[in-house]
């Protein structure tokens, strides 16, 4: 099956939703401000790059004179650009825990009159 056939056939088979209804869904910026129509648009047309560098597009199909994607398309969408693996109970790969504060940030803190659990100023 051509990739064509079969992202219409799984997307005809989850839960539909007009591309132009797609803002109202998603929640507000900080500023307060929803997601821009055309930026769906450019979702679907061009795509976001990924953490991994290539572009990921948001699935979405032509039926008649509009455009519809899905609610499990979209979450796929956000999954792949926050670097989460789908299907996977694996963790994502982190780097090592940091060693803790330094000494200059413990030392900052501390001349503010805060401090740090378990954390030692330097001199």
Known sequence: ??????????????????LQDLPARLPPAKSGRRV????????VSKGLHGPDGSRVHLEALRMGRRWVTSKQAVARFFIL??????????EPERGPAP??????????????????????ASS
Request: net charge negative; charged share 15%.
């Open 99 to 120: 060693a803790g504060p330094s000494p200059a940030t413990v030392a900052t803190l501390a001349r503010f009159g805060l401090s740090l659990p378990n954390a030692t």
């Open 81 to 90: 650009l926050s670097d989460q693996r789908i299907g996977s109970d694996q």
């Open 36 to 43: 821009h129509r055309a930026a769906v648009w450019r979702w």
């Open 1 to 18: 099956m051509s990739n064509a056939l079969q992202l219409a056939a799984t997307l005809l088979d989850e839960e539909l939703l007009a």
